[in-house]
């Protein structure tokens, strides 16, 4: 069996994610996929400015991914978990965003990143 390594954070929606229609703006859901993904690395220890620049590495985003599946709207209670897919040569993060009250899926996500020695950016 496969150990599956996640984090997750639980949110309310707030006022000023909404549009006027009261529905979360669409690129509030990468606000809400990085939470999550803090969480798994600081989880694993893993703190985003912990050092590893000045070891002549950085890891920027090269690729990301949402699918839209039922909205958020305002005060909707939700949970964000963020999945270790990869962590080799880059770091692959599967990100899922449930609603509370009745466990609706209403976005699932990725995101890659790369391993890039400084300075040469390669």
Not at 21 to 36: S, T
Not at 86 to 108: L, N, P, Q, S, Y
Request: net charge neutral; hydrophobic share 45%; charged share 30%.
């Amino acid at each position: 069996m496969e150990h599956t390594i996640s984090a997750s954070v639980q949110k309310k929606v707030p006022f000023y994610d909404v549009d006027m229609m009261r529905i979360v703006w669409n690129g509030h859901y990468w606000k809400y996929f990085e939470e999550a993904r803090q969480a798994l690395f600081t989880q694993k220890g893993l703190a985003s400015f912990d050092g590893r620049e000045e070891k002549g590495w950085v890891f920027p985003v090269i690729r990301s991914e949402v699918k839209f599946i039922y909205p958020l709207r305002l005060d909707d209670e939700f949970v964000c978990t963020a999945i270790l897919r990869e962590a080799r040569v880059k770091i692959i993060v599967d990100f899922e965003i449930t609603r509370v009250a009745d466990g609706k899926v209403c976005a699932r996500g990725s995101s890659e990143q790369a391993a890039v020695k400084l300075p040469e950016m390669e």
